[in-house]
Every structure is written in structure tokens, then in C-alpha cells.
């Protein structure tokens, strides 16, 4: 998509001024100027056309929405009038059930404690300390010399340490990604290299591992069918506003999106 070297943009004889594509820029961050007004273009000229298919149908503007809020609305009751997007049947949801059962499980469990070696990530010396420091706590305890807990009061920077280090019961979503990523994944009992995070290193012992149980349709079914739902109206969405922007007259800009689109 590209803007041409003409100041104002027509839409079937609408003008859109430099003036309100300058005003919109600040609401599309982009790598460049140029970027974030040719996204402010697009953004005005499909409110425009939505704008205007809404007038020719009849469909009532609401004066107290804003201009977000309104291309959303006059959106959904063009597409609920002109065009029929099918609802996922029991059948299609079924299929994609079958497809996709590894996906449907209840959320895995596990029970972990660590040490926690912290150091700086911008620190790369202390960063190299930390790290030698928690291969040598691993060593410690594969050789048996001290047990996890005296480990971890003695040089844990976490309050488990008081604990002996025990994190508990953990689920998806209670620790740092680059953290879960790794125990998640890891076997049980004590992990043989540490784990980085931007907290620094940790030895993990992971003493139970709960696999996630799978879900019946009869859990999932109205998820799937939502799922498959707002696919198809995102497809009929994108199909729509393509169709409005090829039957319109527009001028000082160019939309390059692919024709074969709104074939589909």
C-alpha cells in the first residue's frame, strides 16, 4: 500500500485532508513516518467507505460513539445485511476436536523448588559468577554433599529459601515464561544445567510432574465453536472491506492487497 505525492486523498469524492491523516498518525505507531501515515490513510478510508455503504443502506449513525467504536458497529450491521456469514456447526466443531485433542487437556502441574543465583542481566562478569556458582550447587547435590534445602538458605535469593526453596504447587502463567518454558518441559527430579532467567540462575529440583488430563467435546464444544466463529467473521470482514475498496473511486492512494482474496 502506498500513498502517492497527491496532499489529499478522495473516496468517491469525500475528501480526506493531509490535515486529518497527520491527525491520525499518532495512533499508528510504525517503524517510519511514512508507515504509521500510510496505516492512518487506510484507517480513514475505510471509515469513510463504511461510512458511506452505512448512509446508502439506511443504517443510523450514532453521534455519541467514537469513530472507532462507530466504523465497529456500522461494520458488523453491514455484514449481518449483506453478507451471510455461517455459523460452525456441531459437525465442524467435532472435526476440529478430532484434529486438535492433544490441545485439549487441563492445565499440567508441577512441584518445584530452586536456588536462585541472582545476578544482573546487563552485569556479564556477576552474569558468569552466578552461572558457575549454580553448575557447582548442581554438582554439590549429585554428589550428595548437601541437601537442596541447606543449599537454598544458604545462598537462595528467593524468599523460598526459607522453605527450602519450595515453590509449591506451579501451573502455567504463575512464573516468568523463560523460566516455565524450561521446568515445564524438564523431567522429574533435579534439572542437570541451571535454568536463566533475567533473575539470574536457578537450580531447580522438580519433584512431581502432573499431566494435564484430557477434556470430553462437551467441555470445549462452545470454545471451539467461538474459536471457529470469529475465524469466519474475520475472513468475511477482511473479504468485505477488500470488496468496498475495490468498488470505490479513490484517489491520491493505492491499496495493494492480493485480488485473489476476494475470490475466496
Same mark, same amino acid.
Given at each position: ?5 497527491? /496532499? ?10 493531509a490535515a486529518m491523516?497527520?491527525a491520525?498518525?499518532?495512533?499508528h505507531p510504525?517503524?517510519? @513516518?511514512r ?8 484507517t480513514?478510508?475505510i ?7 452505512a448512509m446508502e443502506?439506511g443504517i443510523?449513525?450514532n /453521534?455519541?460513539? +467514537?469513530?472507532?467504536?462507530?466504523n465497529s458497529?456500522?461494520?458488523d450491521s453491514l ?5 451471510c456469514v $455461517? ?6 466443531c467435532e @472435526? ?5 485433542k =492433544?490441545t485439549f487437556?487441563?492445565?499440567p ?8 543465583i541472582a545476578s *544482573? $542481566?546487563?552485569d556479564?562478569?556477576?552474569?558468569a559468577?552466578s552461572?558457575?556458582?549454580? !553448575?557447582?550447587l548442581?554438582h554439590?547435590?549429585? =554428589?550428595?554433599?548437601?541437601?537442596? &534445602?541447606e543449599l ?10 526459607d522453605?527450602d &526453596? ?13 523460566f516455565e518454558r524450561?521446568v ?7 534439572? $542437570?544445567?541451571p535454568v536463566e532467567?533475567r533473575?539470574?540462575?536457578h !537450580?531447580v529440583?522438580?519433584? @512431581?510432574?502432573v +499431566? &494435564? ?5 462437551d467441555m !470445549?464444544r462452545e470454545?471451539?465453536k467461538?474459536?471457529?466463529?470469529d475465524k469466519v467473521? @474475520?475472513k468475511?470482514?477482511s ?13 491520491g492512494f493505492k491499496?495493494e492487497?492480493? *485480488? ?5
Amino acid at each position: 500500500m502506498s500513498l502517492t505525492n497527491t /496532499p489529499d486523498i478522495t473516496v468517491n469524492g469525500k475528501t480526506i485532508s493531509a490535515a486529518m491523516i497527520d491527525a491520525e498518525v499518532q495512533y499508528h505507531p510504525a517503524e517510519s @513516518r511514512r508507515q504509521a501515515m500510510v496505516k492512518a490513510a487506510e484507517t480513514l478510508i475505510i471509515g469513510e467507505l463504511v461510512t458511506q455503504k452505512a448512509m446508502e443502506k439506511g443504517i443510523p449513525l450514532n /453521534p455519541k460513539s +467514537d469513530a472507532i467504536e462507530q466504523n465497529s458497529q456500522l461494520i458488523d450491521s453491514l455484514l449481518a445485511s449483506e453478507v451471510c456469514v $455461517p455459523e460452525a456447526t456441531t459437525e465442524e466443531c467435532e @472435526r476440529y476436536y478430532s484434529a486438535n485433542k =492433544g490441545t485439549f487437556k487441563t492445565a499440567p502441574l508441577i512441584e518445584a523448588s530452586h536456588i536462585l543465583i541472582a545476578s *544482573d $542481566p546487563k552485569d556479564l562478569e556477576h552474569r558468569a559468577e552466578s552461572h558457575a556458582l549454580a !553448575v557447582n550447587l548442581i554438582h554439590k547435590l549429585q =554428589g550428595g554433599e548437601s541437601t537442596f &534445602g541447606e543449599l537454598a538458605k544458604q545462598f537462595s535469593s528467593c524468599p523460598s529459601k526459607d522453605v527450602d &526453596g519450595s515453590l509449591g504447587q506451579l501451573s502455567y502463567g504463575q512464573t516468568v515464561r523463560e523460566f516455565e518454558r524450561q521446568v515445564f518441559a524438564a523431567s522429574e527430579g533435579l534439572m $542437570p544445567q541451571p535454568v536463566e532467567t533475567r533473575y539470574g540462575y536457578h !537450580v531447580v529440583l522438580v519433584a @512431581r510432574k502432573v +499431566d &494435564g488430563k484430557p477434556l470430553s467435546f462437551d467441555m !470445549v464444544r462452545e470454545k471451539i465453536k467461538q474459536y471457529l466463529n470469529d475465524k469466519v467473521h @474475520r475472513k468475511a470482514l477482511s473479504q468485505y472491506l477488500h470488496r468496498l475498496v475495490s468498488e470505490a473511486d479513490i484517489q491520491g492512494f493505492k491499496f495493494e492487497f492480493d *485480488d485473489s482474496m476476494l475470490m475466496q
